[in-house]
């Protein structure tokens, strides 16, 4: 093996040029700022009130296209008793809610002493203890001594339905991201299980159907906000700290869970508000603290917005904002909030009761033996029963996916750089050029020393050009068998990389990637189909640039790592490549989707493109590509 000196990679900023790191952030950011600006003049443009229903009409029809459509109902809801627990003037009734086959829902229904009619679903935010957590049990005792029935259910990755040896709430995710490829949302699941509750609850004889609400705060506010979406049954509702705006929120340094994210959803012009204004003339409690991480700027501004429709709507005082100073969680005080509304505008007239309830222990409240619901028979966990589609095969649809949204300038407007490293033993070059309007894309050229090129090689490692001293062998080797070797930066890769946009680390969920790329998909958009374009652009730059130009005649694309996968969906598309070099055999989202689910991050997330495993397979990919090779 030939020894080399590694190729010089580029410096901070493009050698000084460009602040490029800025790029990708200022791209994703600036398209959804357009998009935010559509869905807010659709809503000032709302100036009858015969719009209004046309208008929550669209809103439906969008978020449940967002979700992937709800799973059909199994026919009555099934529950499976087991035993009570007493309160202070509220009896507990616990239960195991079939909601579906291989489905068993953990729940707790608090039962008054003197019922009025009135019953609230209560759906938990994102802790471990779900149901039991000890402001939950609050929450559901308040409403029941007040004559409110009250069902608190376990979404899965919580509570009783945490997978042994999974990080909880994690599971969320990890099953989301088999959901995106597919095209759907996790949250179908979570929304199609609240549902069932209020299909328990609306057949309960001391429940009145037509005075049904729901509450929770954090995830729980997301499902509720979901709900007052999706579900026309709801007679009020009480969002708590989720309420903001989703320009307000993509600022906020904070990536969210997977079933928070609506893949199109912005693109379909959903927001906060549609929340709301779904919900017009119904009542509508918003709930919020001062210092919560869902920026609070938000949360007046879209109660602001949404409250002019309810108001156009004949209806307004039906949409309340209620905030307390404290951080993020379902404050006492917003507790006595949503029970104070619930018993005005589900209950009757008694007086309200708020006196302090004592939260029972976790063990009290348990639905199943040893407090695991997978002990059950017959229970299976969400990531499995999950549909695997069989791909159609349908190639177009994704060269449509990694062109559409695209914005190319008319020129590549190349920028060749000078190395101060480079020899005439070891020619090397610095290259800029536009894959889109506002975007660069970057390459290290190292050349054979002496006569024309045999070949162009294009190396597109998982770092990017950061992975040069790294791979300084393997492009000797390559420079010596008379081929150029264009190392490619392409979106959020080497130089391009953008600073950090959260406090987490990017090796994982909630990472810098994990944001853009979930915020990509609020645009019906991906960070691995942007890639997969920038590939694209790079072969048309090679033909249109004279030194690169010379080494067409034996073009090559070499990728290592996630690399590969992005690096093969273009090679399925540009016939012009070729031979694609692996060095390990492709990422199958099918393989994943058939798999039994394993707690933890999902391997190949930042690759994710929403819905192309019901479409392409990996076979199809490579069926495409004339020449495959694997290391």
Not at 162 to 176: A, C, K, L, Q, Y
Not at 453 to 468: I, N, Q, S, V
Request: proline letters at 9%; glycine letters at 10%; charged letters at 25%.
């Amino acid at each position: 093996m030939s020894t080399g000196r590694p190729p010089a990679a580029f410096r901070p900023f493009l050698d000084g040029v460009f602040d490029a790191p800025l790029d990708l952030q200022a791209h994703v950011y600036r398209r959804s700022a357009e998009a935010f600006a559509v869905n807010r003049a659709r809503t000032d443009a709302i100036t009858d009130p015969a719009a209004i229903p046309l208008r929550q009409k669209d809103i439906r029809a969008a978020t449940l296209a967002a979700l992937g459509g709800l799973p059909a109902d199994d026919g009555p809801i099934r529950a499976r008793h087991r035993g009570f627990v007493d309160a202070p003037g509220v009896r507990i009734e616990r239960l195991l809610l079939a909601t579906a086959p291989g489905t068993l829902v953990p729940a707790n229904l608090y039962r008054p002493a003197e019922p009025s009619g009135g019953a609230v679903l209560f759906v938990c935010g994102h802790g471990d203890e779900a149901k039991a957590y000890p402001p939950y049990q609050a929450v559901c005792q308040r409403l029941a001594r007040n004559g409110i029935m009250a069902l608190a259910i376990d979404p899965f990755g919580q509570g009783e339905r945490i997978t042994p040896g999974s990080g909880g709430v994690g599971e969320h995710t990890d099953v989301g991201v088999r959901c995106w490829w597919t095209g759907h949302s996790v949250a179908r699941y979570l929304v199609h299980e609240a549902r069932r509750a209020i299909d328990h609850l609306a057949a309960l004889p001391e429940v009145d159907p037509a005075r049904i609400g729901v509450t929770g705060n954090s995830g729980g506010g997301t499902l509720t906000a979901l709900l007052m979406a999706v579900e026309p049954r709801l007679a009020a509702a009480a969002p708590g700290t989720f309420v903001t705006s989703r320009a307000a929120y993509q600022r906020a340094g904070q990536a969210q869970d997977a079933e928070q994210i609506l893949p199109g959803g912005t693109a379909a012009g959903v927001d906060h508000e549609d929340f709301l204004i779904a919900m017009v003339p119904r009542p509508t409690l918003v709930l919020a603290v001062d210092y919560d991480f869902f920026p609070l700027e938000g949360t007046l501004d879209t109660v602001r917005r949404a409250g002019r429709i309810f108001a156009l709507a004949g209806a307004p005082g039906a949409l309340r904002l209620v905030r307390t100073r404290a951080t993020h969680q379902y404050h006492p005080d917003l507790a006595r909030a949503a029970t104070e509304f619930f018993v005005r505008e589900l209950g009757d007239d008694r007086a309200v009761d708020h006196t302090d309830p004592v939260p029972l222990p976790a063990t009290a409240l348990r639905c199943t033996a040893r407090g695991r619901v997978a002990d059950e028979p017959g229970v299976r966990h969400p990531a499995e029963l999950h549909p695997v589609p069989a791909p159609t095969g349908d190639l177009d649809w994704l060269a449509d996916r990694v062109r559409a949204h695209r914005r190319p300038p008319d020129e590549f407007l190349p920028r060749w750089l000078p190395v101060p490293e480079s020899t005439p033993e070891h020619p090397v070059r610095h290259v800029i050029w536009r894959s889109e309007a506002d975007l660069w894309n970057a390459g290290v050229l190292a050349e054979p020393p002496g006569g024309p090129p045999r070949g162009l090689t294009l190396a597109l490692f998982a770092d990017g050009t950061g992975e040069l001293p790294a791979r300084a062998d393997w492009v000797a080797d390559r420079v010596a068998a008379g081929h150029l070797v264009l190392a490619l930066d392409v979106r959020g890769t080497g130089a391009l990389a953008p600073r950090p946009l959260t406090a987490r680390p990017d090796d994982c969920y909630f990472g810098t990637t994990y944001k853009l790329l979930t915020d990509l998909f609020w645009l019906d958009d991906s960070l691995a189909a942007g890639r997969a374009y920038d590939v694209l652009r790079a072969v048309a730059f090679a033909y249109s640039d004279e030194r690169l130009r010379a080494g067409v005649g034996d073009l090559r694309l070499r990728c290592t790592g996630d690399a590969g996968w992005y690096g093969l969906l273009a090679a399925a598309l540009e016939p012009r490549i070729g031979t694609l070099e692996l060095d390990a055999e492709p990422y199958d989202p099918a393989a994943l989707l058939s798999a039994p689910y394993e707690p933890g991050p999902v391997p190949g997330w930042r690759n994710t493109v929403p819905g192309l495993a019901a479409r392409v397979s990996v076979a199809d990919l490579r069926r495409r590509v004339r020449r495959v090779v694997v290391d």
